[in-house]
């Protein structure tokens, strides 16, 4: 059994060596966390799963980024311990923080990663949205969480400042 709870900042690198565990080296130089430099975090969006004996075994964070002109959120990276994985808690991390983000009042969630893993929580690819490269395009989804939230925004994913 996992319990969550919103992060705090002790617990910032038991986070980070999860998903140092969980990604792959150079997890760093991918385009997303360039995104991420120098922006703090969404804390309210971040969130650790812990076990009945307090060990981390999923994470999730979010940070603000601008598409074009309009606000969004970046979610990621999430991840799951290997040991935990298959018992719907990275499904419960998504679905939890997802409602979290629409109940503060978010717009727009978006994401790089796998469709066919992320249309179950509602993820759909996003046509007119640029991550800066190498990122493929095809990987770049959206979540709505106000009706309409996607329509009519394009262009370039920027740091939040």
Sequence with gaps: MFTLAQEVPQDWWEVEALYDTCFAPGRNALSSYRLREDVPPVAALCR??????????????Y?????????????????????????????????????????????RVLL??????????????????????????????????QPGAWEGIAGPVTRAM
């Design 48 to 61: 650790v799963a812990r076990d009945d004996t307090g060990i981390v075994g999923g994470a999730i964070r």
């Design 112 to 145: 790089v990663g796998d469709a066919p893993y992320y249309a179950r929580f509602g993820f759909a690819r996003l046509q007119d949205v640029q991550m800066p490269p190498p990122t493929n395009p095809d990987r770049i989804l959206g979540h709505a969480l």
């Design 63 to 107: 940070w603000p980024v601008r598409v074009g002109d309009a606000r969004a959120l970046l979610l990621g990276p999430v991840a799951v311990h290997p040991t935990a994985q298959g018992q719907g808690l990275g499904a419960a991390l998504i679905r939890d923080t997802l409602a979290t983000a629409a109940a503060l009042g978010h717009a």
